[in-house]
């Protein structure tokens, strides 16, 4: 049996999406539900964001294993809209994690767009940098999501 790059390049992307999307929803729902209910025009305009979010996720998935300039540019959209969620949930948060999560936000969209000026399209359709999102992915589940979700019990538990 052998294993072809085209192969690789769709599983790789496959869990890359379905480890930052769930990743996404698990977070961003979770928030969702700490509005207060009163909030309405608040509640509606992160369920507008999260929408948003969960359609160009859908046009990601339909993407994935031929990697292009439209992947990238959805890759941008949904970083975009997250960028914009914690502007849609105000104080559910501490004013110091909005900053944090909308600089990582415009840091993230900016590498997208480094690429696209930078590394010709014909190179999108490599392994490595599929394996490369699928490795970011992975260790934003299994370091950085631990050490945030531990350090936001740390805060709420303390007086």
Excluded at 107 to 135: C, D, K, N
Aim: glycine share 4%; proline share 4%; net charge positive.
């Amino acid at each position: 049996m052998r294993v072809e790059p085209d192969q690789v390049i769709l599983v790789c992307q496959l869990l890359a999406v379905l480890t930052w999307m769930g990743l996404y929803y698990v977070n961003n729902v979770r928030l969702y539900f700490l509005i207060p209910v009163g909030r309405s025009v608040r509640r509606a305009l992160v369920h507008v964001t999260l929408t948003a979010a969960l359609a160009q996720f859908y046009f990601l998935a339909a993407t994935i294993g031929t990697p292009t300039v439209n992947q990238l540019l959805l890759i941008s959209g949904i970083l975009f809209a997250d960028t914009m969620f914690p502007i849609a949930i105000g104080s559910v948060i501490s004013l110091r994690q909005r900053v944090i999560w909308v600089v990582r936000g415009i840091v993230q969209t900016a590498f997208i767009f480094w690429i696209l000026l930078f590394v010709a399209p014909a190179h999108y359709v490599r392994v490595e940098w599929s394996a490369g999102m699928l490795v970011l992915m992975l260790i934003q589940l299994f370091i950085f999501a631990p050490l945030e979700s531990r350090a936001r019990r740390n805060r709420f538990a303390s007086p």
